[in-house]
């Protein structure tokens, strides 16, 4: 498995499946986040921080964006070990969003307001991995579920 981290998706056939409507329901975004060193903004300013920090700025905004479109912040954690498995490098943060469905989270990446704030994400990420997940359908309630729902407006 050949596994490529990128900061803005750059495969047509990926955008275009983006659009799409998606999965009937919330969707989780598990993002596995990778820092730069030393933040790089595009525009050249002068950035006395570590990408770490650059993101941080991001993560708060999007935090207070996320419920615009229906969404929150669930989890943000670093990474500490690697139990299974192998890579290269290990991924420095896995943070998860929820949005009430695909095209909420796509309004969000196209509002103007998350142009605005993706300065600091594009300059704080070395890479990304999003990968969209979905609660299984079960005849069975989920418990994680019912505590998401029951604790709207809540946060991360």
């Known amino acids: 498995m050949e596994v490529v981290n990128e900061v803005f998706p750059t495969d047509p056939a990926r ?5 799409e409507k ?4 919330p969707i989780f975004m598990v993002n596995l986040l990778k820092f730069k060193d030393k933040a790089e903004y595009e525009d050249g300013r002068d950035a006395d921080m570590s990408g770490r920090d650059a993101y941080m ?3 708060r905004a999007v935090s207070a964006l996320l419920p615009k479109f229906g969404g ?4 943000a ?3 500490t070990f690697l139990a299974l498995g192998q890579v290269e490098e290990l991924w420095d943060e896995v943070a998860i969003a929820m949005y ?4 909420s989270m796509v309004r969000m990446s196209l509002s103007e307001e998350w ?4 300065v600091h ?3 704080g990420l070395k890479g990304q991995l999003n990968i969209e997940t979905v609660l299984p359908k079960t005849e069975t309630p989920s418990p994680f579920l019912e505590m998401i729902l029951k604790s709207e407006g809540g946060g991360q």
């Open 115 to 118: 142009r605005e704030i993706s």
């Open 72 to 75: 929150r912040g669930i989890f």
């Open 100 to 103: 009430p469905d695909r095209g």
């Open 57 to 59: 700025i991001y993560g």
């Open 22 to 25: 998606g999965p009937d329901g």
């Open 121 to 123: 994400r594009a300059a």
């Open 77 to 79: 954690a670093d990474v």
């Open 15 to 19: 955008l275009q499946a983006m659009i």
